[in-house]
Structures are given as C-alpha cells and as structure tokens.
C-alpha cells in the first residue's frame, strides 16, 4: 500500500514524462537551440475540493524566440474544433485577454491502452513570457477555451495537485534569465 501511495504521489508530482507539469528541457541536436516543452497540467473547474476538469494548459519555449512562449491548451478525451481566432481567453484580476492560435487546424490524437480508448484535441496559442508572469502571479485567474461546439471554463488560480498554475510557476523558473 504504501509504494503505490509513493508512486500515486510521484505520478502526481510531475517528475514522471506524461505526466501533469512534467517539464522536458533539451537542447536541439540541429541548431544547438534550448527547448522547454511541458506536458498539460490540469484547470480545475472551482476551488471546490469536489472540482473535476475539463481543460488542460501546457507550454512550450525555444531559446531563439526568447520572449515568445506558447501554451497548449487540450481538451483531454473530446475530438473537438478548438476556434482559431479568440480561441483561449483568460480574465486576469477582472481583465480580458484573448489569444489566438497560428494554426488553423487542431490537433486531435487518439489512441488505445489496454482497452482503454482515449481522445485528446489540442491547439497552441502564442503570447509573450510577460503574459505568464501576469497570469500566475493574479489574485484569480479564470480559462475559457473556445470549442466548435461552446466554450469550456476553469479556474486557472486553483493550486492543488497537477494543477496548471503549478507547471507555469516552475516552467518560469527553468527559463534562463539573461
């Protein structure tokens, strides 16, 4: 019991590729270029101890754009279209931002584990290091990813486990300075 206790906590933790916030940090054989990519971490819906999610943010850096970052926003087991122009918007201390992706197209995957089928749509959304900062340092912060069907909504300042807001912070932290 106690070793899948551990593993529970260290699946949980990030430390684990695929799992929430885990951050890959290479160097590009083809250029020499740093990457950062982090695997989605989880926007939960409320602070409610009960509170599901529906969206999850991830990010992803190269040290030839410097100040320009992306964040991937899925929407994990749902094929949907997720909108182009506008199509993620936060309110940050009561102000909005929207940001569109380059691509027009999304992502979408699907694959099968032990009889488990699961789906996943994915778009990435460009914005400057300066947004991220903002965004984990508000008092709220709240999530609207804009889908071909509605809209989805979370709450981006809820700090639990596997929670956005938790990547971003150390995400910041692996950037260099300079």
């Known amino acids: 019991m106690k070793k899948l206790l551990l593993l529970l906590i260290f699946l949980l933790s990030g430390c684990l590729p695929g799992t929430p916030n885990y951050i ?3 160097q590009s054989s083809f250029d020499g270029s740093d990457e950062l990519l982090m695997e989605s971490g989880y926007v939960y819906n409320s602070h409610s101890s009960f509170s599901i999610w529906d969206i999850r943010l991830g990010l992803s850096w190269n ?4 100040e320009d970052i992306f964040i991937i926003a899925e929407v994990p087991g749902e094929i949907v279209n997720i909108r182009s122009n ?11 931002f929207t940001l ?3 691509e027009e197209l999304t992502d979408f995957d699907s694959s099968s584990d032990f009889g488990h089928n699961y789906r996943q749509s994915k778009k990435a959304f460009p914005c400057k290091i300066d947004f991220i900062r903002k965004l984990v340092e508000a008092k709220t912060a709240k999530v609207k ?3 071909g069907e509605g809209s989805l909504e979370g709450d981006f300042s809820v700090d639990r486990p596997g929670a956005a807001i938790r990547g971003f ?6 950037i260099p300075q300079g």
């Open 100 to 102: 569109s992706a380059l």
């Open 24 to 26: 890959d940090n290479k």
């Open 86 to 96: 506008d199509g993620l918007m936060f309110n940050i201390d009561g102000k909005i």
């Open 169 to 174: 912070k150390d995400f910041l932290e692996k």
């Open 63 to 66: 040290s030839r754009q410097q």
């Open 145 to 147: 990813l804009i889908t």
